[in-house]
């Protein structure tokens, strides 16, 4: 099963909106509504800031949505903030009952 | 709350088998409703979702094709914890490797444990 294809990198000033798109198939993000994304800080633990596919966390800000177009998942950030960067990834069910994660990309607030 | 704490070796030789143990407290390795879930990180392979177990009336284990022939993740329910043995490691097996809680989006996660694979 291959990775989900995300950008290496993506930036924006801070209040400008992003998004970050991850890039499956019909076989994982296109065929099931199990598309999550998390966000990693260095030496933080990661954390979980959408699963399938648009919902939130309890405790997770609603500058953070997310959405899906046919095999395609996306991650909008509104309103960016400086403690927004950090490293995303991806990660969806697939169609062997297992999980891929896509290849992380880091976010970098101008 | 959930916590996720991870124990094992930090050094592995080559060919020798890799194993890690995830303790739970705050819910139960049995729950109907989690999985646990293998996850390593290196910079050359990024994030790898490894396996998992979970109890649906029964025991299930969902694991990656990239390990398959060499991953076993074992549930004890007498400690309430799972774990994780990787076999037959080479350096490529080098990595942060985490424990998880979660279907898809893993919502707890353990500490993380540095395995480096080296003579």
């Known amino acids: 099963q291959s990775a989900l294809t995300q950008p290496a990198s993506v930036s924006g000033s801070p209040g400008q909106s992003i998004t970050i798109s991850c890039t499956g198939s019909s076989s994982d993000v296109g065929g099931y509504n199990y598309v999550s994304w998390s966000q990693h800080h260095p030496g933080k633990a990661p954390k979980l800031i959408i699963y399938e596919v648009s919902n939130r966390p309890s405790g997770v800000s609603n500058r953070f949505s997310g959405s899906k177009s046919g095999n395609t998942a996306s991650l909008t950030i509104s309103g960016l903030q400086a403690e927004d960067e950090a490293d995303y990834y991806c990660s969806s069910y697939t169609s062997s009952s297992i999980v891929v994660f896509g290849g992380g990309t880091k976010l970098t607030v101008l | 709350q959930v916590q996720l704490q991870q124990s094992g070796p930090g050094l592995v030789k080559p060919s020798q088998t890799l194993s890690l143990t995830c303790a739970i407290s705050?819910?139960?390795?049995?729950?109907?409703?989690?999985?646990w879930n293998w996850i390593r990180q290196s910079p050359s392979r990024g994030l790898e979702w490894l396996g998992r177990?979970?109890?649906?009336?029964?025991?299930?284990?969902d694991y990656a094709v990239s390990v398959k022939s060499r991953i076993t993740i074992n549930p004890d329910t007498s400690k309430n914890q799972f774990s994780l043995q990787l076999n037959s490691v080479t350096p490529e097996d080098t990595a942060v490797y985490y424990c998880?809680?979660?279907?898809?989006?893993?919502?707890?996660w353990g500490q993380g444990t540095l395995v480096i694979v080296s003579s």
């Open positions: 705050g819910d139960s390795v049995s729950s109907n409703s989690a999985a």
């Open positions: 998880a809680r979660g279907w898809v989006g893993a919502e707890i």
């Open positions: 177990t979970y109890y649906r009336s029964k025991w299930y284990n």
